[in-house]
T-cell receptor, first 116, second 113 residues
Framework: AQSVTQLGSHVSVSEGALVLLRCNYS??????LFWYVQYPNQGLQLLLK??????LVKGINGFEAEFKKSETSFHLTKPSAHMSDAAEYFC??????????????FGQGTELSVKP | IAGITQAPTSQILAAGRRMTLRCTQD?????MYWYRQDLGLGLRLIHY???????GKGEVPDGYSVSRANTDDFPLTLASAVPSQTSVYFC????????????FGPGTRLTVL
């Protein structure tokens, strides 16, 4: 069965510093992977997704993630944090087998704080 | 275009009462989903529907039911609410398929006393 683990429930960085949010997945078949962001009192928005086309995926707001099969990881990075990046971030995996629909399995979430 | 709307925004409910959370999408998406979000647990799938007329159970379906009479609407019903169902509920939709993104509604905050 697929699963997702996000390392660190809370990450704090200074404005302008590198953002690194960690995500490891478990899957017996090649997965589809997603990062979503949730701003306070809002629903989730897609940041980026990996669908096997390219291992380095660029998303919105300057975020990117690299799929590393050997490490079963899909870490999210941004070179320079901005105050507006403060939010909760979720990694999710979609089973790539047929008949699974578009169901997503989410990690526990990582809350990102950005200090001035 | 509104995307996905959910109603109510928030609700306080007495235990044992019946409650239906409403979800409507205007994107003509085939698939729809209901999740609950709890601190430290992320989002967990309650029920889903791959197309109008079909539904399926997710990870935490007990105590909840859904119906999908048409493409746009996907109501979630708590037949007899219990305090452990206190949560934030999100509805989502997608075109379907494993690599299609899901679009989320703004959520319903439900408190069961």
């Amino acid at each position: 069965a697929q699963s997702v683990t996000q390392l660190g429930s809370h990450v704090s960085v200074s404005e302008g510093a590198l953002v690194l949010l960690r995500c490891n997945y478990s899957s017996s078949v090649p997965p589809y992977l997603f990062w979503y962001v949730q701003y306070p009192n809002q629903g989730l928005q897609l940041l980026l997704k990996y669908t096997s086309a390219a291992t380095l995926v660029k998303g919105i707001n300057g975020f990117e993630a690299e799929f590393k099969k050997s490490e079963t990881s899909f870490h999210l990075t941004k070179p320079s944090a901005h105050m507006s990046d403060a939010a909760e971030y979720f990694c999710a995996v979609s089973p790539s087998r047929r008949n699974q629909g578009g169901k997503l399995i989410f990690g526990q979430g990582t809350e990102l704080s950005v200090k001035p | 275009i509104a995307g996905i709307t959910q109603a109510p925004t928030s609700q306080i409910l007495a235990a044992g009462r019946r409650m239906t959370l409403r979800c409507t999408q205007d994107m003509r998406h085939n698939a729809m989903y209901w999740y609950r979000q709890d601190l430290g647990l992320g989002l967990r799938l309650i029920h889903y529907s791959n197309t109008a007329g079909t539904t399926g159970k997710g990870e935490v379906p007990d105590g909840y039911s859904v119906s999908r009479a048409n493409t746009d609407d996907f109501p979630l019903t708590l037949a007899s609410a219990v305090p452990s169902q206190t949560s934030v509920y999100f509805c989502a939709s997608s075109r379907g398929g494993q690599n299609n993104e899901q679009f989320f509604g703004p959520g319903t905050r439900l408190t069961v006393l």
